[in-house]
């Protein structure tokens, strides 16, 4: 049985914002991982900013990705 889902457990403390300077990474990753990860970067650029600008606003990031096996989601 092959894996759908991972899940990662914040802190109470952690809020929106905290994650900006992780997403990045993070979504890349992700994508390196889920074998999602794009010739063309830019597009990749685009959802990433997408993301990126809930963070900053300290809201819940969309969870913007393309259309894949595997998406990144984040909790209600």
């Given at each position: 049985m092959r894996a759908r889902s991972g899940h990662i457990k914040f802190d109470k403390k952690v809020r929106w914002k905290n994650l900006v300077s992780?997403?990045?990474?993070?979504?890349?990753?992700?994508?390196?991982?889920?074998?999602?990860?794009?010739?063309?970067?830019?597009?990749?650029?685009?959802?990433?900013?997408?993301?990126?600008?809930?963070?900053?606003?300290?809201?819940?990031?969309e969870g913007y990705n393309r259309e894949g096996v595997m998406r990144m989601i984040f909790p209600i």
């Open positions: 992780a997403f990045r990474p993070l979504f890349l990753k992700f994508l390196e991982e889920t074998q999602q990860l794009p010739e063309d970067m830019e597009s990749v650029d685009v959802l990433v900013e997408e993301n990126l600008r809930d963070l900053r606003s300290n809201r819940k990031p």
